[in-house]
């Protein structure tokens, strides 16, 4: 059975700093692109950023770039987000994804592409 768990979500005032992880089981953690979505209330999921299997390659939204870093440590089957300079537009459930495609494709930030999905985190961000 596969299972994603997420975890470092919490409350940061804006300029903050939060660093997600997402813990994986049941598959062979290298053999799978990842990627971080986020949902707002009220509003559809987007996907944030991913990773190829390797980590050698990654690809941002541009609402992260400059401000979050992908990586993954294959050996610790984990995924990693960094996050900085957090802003309230920020705030939403966060989700890792994984689905058996070694990289990030145009595809990447379609969820429907993704077999695999943890149960999210929550961040929140105030002014």
């Known amino acids: 059975q596969v299972q994603l768990v997420e975890s470092g979500g919490g409350s940061v005032q804006a300029g903050g700093s939060l660093t997600l992880s997402c813990t994986a089981s049941?598959?062979?953690?290298?053999?799978?692109?990842l990627a971080w979505f986020r949902q707002a209330p009220g509003k559809e999921r987007e996907g944030v950023s991913c990773?190829?299997?390797?980590?050698?390659?990654?690809v941002y939204a541009d609402s992260a770039k400059g401000r979050f870093t992908i990586s993954r440590d294959n050996a610790k089957n984990t995924l990693y987000l960094q996050m900085n300079s957090l802003q309230p537009q920020d705030t939403a459930m966060y989700y890792c994804?994984?689905?058996?495609?070694?990289?990030?494709?145009?595809?990447w930030g379609r969820g429907h592409m993704y077999n695999y999905w943890g149960q999210g985190t929550q961040v929140t961000v105030s002014s």
């Open positions: 990773i190829s299997w390797t980590g050698h390659t990654t």
């Open positions: 994804a994984a689905r058996p495609i070694a990289y990030c494709t145009g595809s």
């Open positions: 049941g598959l062979t953690f290298g053999n799978y692109g």
